[in-house]
T-cell receptor, first 114, second 112 residues
Framework: DVKVTQSSRYLVKRTGEKVFLECVQD?????MFWYRQDPGLGLRLIYF???????EKGDIPEGYSVSREKKERFSLILESASTNQTSMYLC?????????????FGDGTRLSIL | SQQGEEDPQALSIQEGENATMNCSYK?????LQWYRQNSGRGLVHLIL?????REKHSGRLRVTLDTSKKSSSLLITASRAADTASYFC????????????FGQGTRLTINP
């Protein structure tokens, strides 16, 4: 089975801190995605990557950056955390060169910014 | 804007009954997918239907797709308490790199 592992289930940080959320997948997927999920807003794409060192902005990239140095790992970085970044963050992965592929999700990181 | 919109937002039924959730979308698609999310967990892929398919089954799940109406439905038959979860539709909308756009989901509660 595909395994997507997010480093923390719960995280509490302070305003202004630099925050790293890590995601690792074990299925050799080319695509990796970071979403945030908020009540009433559904899932919104922050960034995605289709290859090592490649990244593209999603719908809400402001305040975030990403790093993909290895194929299996995709990191989301909050450069200077703010309270409006309190949310559930979900990582996902999928194959790139095969049509009609589902995304596989991690269990999420519930991040609170105080 | 949301590509997929689920209806209803919340649904509560008795165990053993069937549950139907609907999804509407706005633009042409390659496929439409349904996902399930248990409370506080990640999303789990349930079923994928391609744009040239009209109906698909997987166990107690039945998905239909009407591209002329830009809509899909997910039917769960003989519901169980363990089916309690949120259900999301997602479309790829020809965006490339298999990006998906998710709806806001239907919260399904199965009462024992």
């Amino acid at each position: 089975d595909v395994k997507v592992t997010q480093s923390s289930r719960y995280l509490v940080k302070r305003t202004g801190e630099k925050v790293f959320l890590e995601c690792v997948q074990d299925m050799d997927h080319e695509n990796m995605f970071w979403y945030r999920q908020d009540p009433g807003l559904g899932l919104r794409l922050i960034y995605f990557s289709y290859d090592v060192k490649m990244k593209e902005k999603g719908d809400i990239p402001e305040g975030y950056s990403v790093s993909r140095e290895k194929k299996e790992r995709f990191s989301l970085i909050l450069e200077s955390a703010s309270t409006n970044q309190t949310s559930m963050y979900l990582c996902a992965s999928s194959f790139h060169d095969r049509a009609h592929q589902p995304q596989h999700f991690g269990d999420g990181t519930r991040l609170s910014i105080l | 804007s949301q590509q997929g919109e689920e209806d209803p937002q919340a649904l509560s039924i008795q165990e053993g009954e069937n549950a139907t959730m609907n999804c509407s979308y706005k633009t042409s698609i390659n496929n439409l997918q349904w996902y399930r999310q248990n409370s506080g967990r990640g999303l789990v892929h349930l079923i994928l239907i391609r744009s040239n398919e009209r109906e698909k089954h997987s166990g107690r799940l039945r998905v239909t797709l009407d591209t002329s109406k830009k809509s899909s439905s997910l039917l769960i038959t003989a519901s169980r308490a363990a089916d309690t979860a949120s259900y999301f539709c997602a479309t790829d909308a020809h965006q490339g790199a298999q990006k998906l756009v998710f709806g806001q989901g239907t919260r399904l509660t199965i009462n024992p």
